[in-house]
Structure formats: C-alpha cells, structure tokens
C-alpha cells in the first residue's frame, strides 16, 4: 500500500487527525515533492514515539533547533516508507539499536507548524511538517548517544514528568499527550 492509501485508510480519532488528514491528502494530490524538502510550502516527515517495554517512560531528545525536550523524527527526503524513515530516526538519533516496531500502522497522524530558522548556516521559512508517528518499544537499559547536530541529550522520562520536561505547551496539550492515551 502506497502512502496516499495508507494515509486515506488511517481512522482518524479526533477533529485535528481528520481535519490533518484532509490537508495531507489535498497536498498530496496537488504537489509531485511531498517528500522532499526542497518544498518550501510543507513536506512529510515522520516521527517515532518509543516506550519502554512496560509502557511507562517515552525516549525523548533535547532538540536543538526547538530547544525542547521532544519526540524523536526526521525528513522523508523522498522516502515513502514512513515507518522505515522513523526506525532510521530513532536509530540515529538516540543510539537504540535493537528497537521493536510495535506495528508499522499509523499510531497518529499531525499537521506541525515550523517557524523560520537557521540550519546549518542555511535559512529555512517557516513551513509545515505533514507528519506520520509510529510506535516503538526499546529497552531502558541499552546505551544511549546523542546526535551531534541534532540534539544534545536523550533521556527516558516517565510520561509526567516528559509532559513537564517539554518548552512547547501546544505539542503537550495537542500530541504528546495524545500519543501517551494510544501507546498505553
């Protein structure tokens, strides 16, 4: 199943997942480059909510460009496969080499707003991430490593405390907390 046809047959569990739901699909219909960077206006990107193997603690990063405490993701850069896309993030980003995919279903689907910024020296206009999140569960236990470039720490947080340990309240109250009621 292609992406459109994954996203289309996604049950969206609330107003936001199927209003963002509308808005992917119309984007995809509109733009060959939904997976690249390069455009500007908005492009997908996927994301990878990983517990712990008791469903008590997320894996979170402390981003750089967002200064925040956050979930872990990335481009698709022209990747269809999602999922894979988010595995790979998790990887890099964290250091967790033996994660398990819990399924390779979409867990939550989110329109996100991304200000303008500096990467690499390069600006980058505001835009929006059409973004996909799966589930994943690793252990605690296995050496972490933050990406240089990247972020600067990863930590487990029990679900109370990560919803503390965040700087963006309307990622708290609109995903993060939504994301801990499914991988529950």
Known sequence: MNLFEQIQNYKALNQQEECDKAQMLQFMRCNRNFLERENLIA??????????????????????????WSWIGGHADG????????????????????????????????????????????WVPGHLHFN????????????????????????????????KASAEPWMVENIYKKLIERSR
């Open 43 to 68: 492009h997908f990107t996927a994301s990878m909510w990983t517990v712990n193997k008791e469903k008590t603690k997320i894996l979170m990063v402390h981003h750089n460009i967002y200064n925040s």
């Open 79 to 122: 990747e269809e496969d999602l999922c894979a896309v988010a595995l790979k993030e998790l990887q890099e980003e964290t250091g967790v080499k033996h994660a398990r995919l819990v399924s390779e279903d979409i867990l939550s689907l989110e329109t996100l707003t991304v200000g303008g910024h500096i990467r690499k020296g390069i």
């Open 132 to 163: 996909l999140t799966y589930l994943a569960e690793a252990d605690e236990n296995e050496e972490l490593t933050a990406q240089e470039g990247e972020n600067t720490a990863v930590q487990w947080w029990s679900f109370e405390d990560a919803l």
